[in-house]
């Protein structure tokens, strides 16, 4: 099975940095996504792991450690659009490509 | 590019009532995906499909029926409707490649009454 665990909320200034973590327990790993949903929309893709470290996309970036089974999502210069929900989502060994996801963290972005 | 469509957007059932939920992709990717989303819950599979004329069942199948016999539609039905089944519900896709994530239509919040 997958348990898959991160904050429910969080709140952040404008302009600040904010960290958002995940830990997870599966058998079978084969890669870990986020996903930003804004309220009332789809999720959309942010970033994808499957080797240990960090991976940098403009002002997002996603970090992997397997052995501890934890990854975090760091958002820098937070904006107001930033204000939503962060899923973070293990992707198992078999099937197609099926995403197990966590109940999503819900950051609010503050002036 | 339309990527992917979900009909209806909004849907209100009547318990017992039968619906269809219709996705369909332009992208020719191989895999779709059925999720619900409920509150306090996240995102849960309820059956996918690895191509045209296969389905395979995922987390929470139960009531549901899916069949996928063109590659662009993944059609998820429902043959009696509970209250239970009171959700958003979001249709993926995703491409053979394993580096990339999926593709989520815009979603269907479907009432059972």
């Known amino acids: 099975g997958q348990n898959i665990d991160q904050p429910t909320e969080m709140t952040a200034t404008e302009g600040a940095i904010v960290q958002i973590n995940c830990t997870y327990q599966?058998?079978?790993?084969?890669?870990l996504f986020w996903y930003q949903q804004h309220a009332g929309e789809a999720p959309t893709f942010l970033s994808y792991?499957?080797?240990?470290g960090l991976e940098e996309k403009g002002r997002f970036s996603s970090f992997l450690s397997r052995s501890k089974g934890y990854s975090y999502l760091l958002l820098k210069e937070l904006q107001m659009k930033d204000s939503a929900s962060y899923l973070c989502?293990?992707?198992?060994?078999?099937?197609?490509?099926?995403?197990?996801f966590g109940t999503g963290t819900r950051l609010t972005v503050i002036p | 590019n339309a990527g992917v469509t979900q009909t209806p957007k909004f849907r209100v059932l009547k318990t017992g009532q039968s619906m269809t939920l219709l996705c369909a992709q332009d992208?020719?990717?191989?895999?779709m995906y059925w999720y619900r989303q409920d509150p306090g819950m996240g995102l849960r599979l309820i059956h996918y499909?690895?191509?045209?004329?296969?389905?395979a069942k995922g987390e929470v199948p139960d009531g549901y029926n899916v069949s996928r016999l063109k590659k662009q539609n993944f059609l998820l039905g429902l043959e009696s409707a509970a209250p239970s089944q009171t959700s958003v519900y979001f249709c993926?896709?995703?491409?053979?490649?394993?580096?990339?994530?999926?593709?989520f239509g815009s979603g269907t919040r479907l009432t059972v009454v």
């Open positions: 992208m020719n990717h191989e895999y």
């Open positions: 993926a896709s995703s491409p053979l490649d394993r580096d990339y994530g999926y593709t």
């Open positions: 599966t058998s079978g790993f084969n890669g």
């Open positions: 499909s690895v191509g045209e004329g296969t389905t």
């Open positions: 989502a293990v992707r198992h060994q078999t099937g197609a490509n099926n995403l197990f």
């Open positions: 792991n499957v080797l240990d």
